[in-house]
């Protein structure tokens, strides 16, 4: 095996003459580093552009001992899955391994012990990284297809509703650049940037697109009525957040939790608003998803601003009044603010996806 394919194996030791028993019984099979302490093994980590594959660590050494050392590599994210064996001529074997060492050797150590378990390990620690990788294109697969799904609904719920062209791509749009504002550099709304950071704001863009998915069971004559609802019809249009929701809990349950939660916060919720007068349920507040009280400013600002069958276009100032006199009645307070900074960015998305 040449020098650059074959595996690295870390040997920290404070004692010359270990090192050189290490490296004498490794070098033959892999390129072996060498550290005489702590910190230089640290440093030689933080440094490498190509990590070890083992690490073989000594317990007592005068600048940082073994432990100390184990901690910081365990605190460290790049790091910390890179397996390390404890050196030890003391009876610490099992505070070794309950410091998160995988395994050990009792010093002096035996040649044919040392190759046994460095190899093991490697083995291990291939196979670990293998179904690793597996597991990311596996799931980077679902993903791709729940993108494409999602937006082959979205697209028939755009042709059947006769909505405007592009309302969903536009509805997305305006929630994306909201949620950038939130999470952008110098956000003044750090509390719902962090909401957003856990609720991975790239699904809660692309679960927009179902907003209104329960309309596919709208009888058209009221889906498609050229002019405003009665009451009765009203009710039954009401009915496309529920029925909203059983759509995407039936397409989605077999799929990823995130996916599924934010589909249907959004469809179910975008409704709902923040004094409790909306529906389905009439929740008020915070406790209507955060994902869905985005939808609602992004999907009540481009029905305002496009002209509907039964309504002449509101225009942009108009609009931007209008939501920000809903401003905790309607719509989160917060999030009206955001779209009133942001006003001339929702206008250049209207134009640009007319
Ligand atoms: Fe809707
Ligand atoms: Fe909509």
């Known amino acids: 095996m040449d020098n650059t394919t074959r595996p690295s194996v870390l040997v920290v030791d404070d004692e010359e003459i270990n090192v ?33 594959k083992v690490i073989l660590l000594d317990v007592q050494m005068r600048k940082m001992g073994g432990f100390e050392t184990l901690k910081n590599i365990k605190a460290d994210d790049s790091l910390k899955r890179i397996p390390v064996i404890f050196i030890t001529a003391d009876k610490e074997e099992s505070k070794a391994l309950a410091a998160g060492a995988v395994d050990y050797i009792s010093k002096p150590p035996n ?57 969903v791509k536009r509805v997305q749009l305006y929630s994306e650049a909201l949620i950038d504002q939130i999470m952008g550099r110098s956000s003044k709304y750090v509390e719902y940037a962090y909401q957003l950071e856990i609720l991975d704001p790239d699904i809660i863009i692309k679960s927009v697109a179902l907003h209104d998915v329960g309309k596919i069971g ?28 059983k759509i995407v809990e039936s397409m989605l349950r077999n799929h990823d939790g995130i996916y599924l939660q934010h589909c249907r916060d959004i469809a179910y919720c975008h409704h709902e608003r923040f004094d409790g007068k909306g529906y389905p349920c009439g929740v008020s507040g915070y406790d209507i998803p955060l994902a869905a009280r985005i939808a609602s400013v992004a999907d009540v600002y481009d029905a305002l601003v496009c002209a509907r069958v039964y309504k002449a276009a509101f225009s942009y100032e108009d609009a931007i009044k209008i939501i920000t006199d809903g401003s905790g009645s309607q719509f989160d307070p917060v999030l009206t603010k955001v779209l ?14 007319k």
Do not use: C
């Open 218 to 245: 709208i009888p058209d004559k009221i889906l498609l009525k050229p002019g405003k609802l009665d009451p009765d019809e009203f009710e039954i249009m009401k009915t496309h957040t529920t029925l909203g929701k």
């Open 111 to 167: 040649p044919d012990v040392v190759r046994l378990r460095v190899k093991n390990q490697i083995e291990l620690k291939n196979y670990s990284d293998h179904l690793e990788e597996l597991v990311l294109e596996k799931t980077a697969e679902i993903m791709g297809s729940m993108d494409v799904m999602l937006q082959a609904m979205a697209n028939i719920i755009e042709y059947r509703n006769l909505e405007s062209g592009s309302h």
């Open 20 to 52: 050189m028993l290490l490296e004498g019984i490794l070098e033959d099979e892999y390129t072996v580093i060498t550290a005489n302490d702590g910190t230089e093994a640290l440093d030689i980590l933080w440094h490498s552009k190509v990590l070890p």
């Open 340 to 353: 009133f900074d942001i006003q001339d960015e929702f206008m250049a998305i209207s134009e640009a996806y």
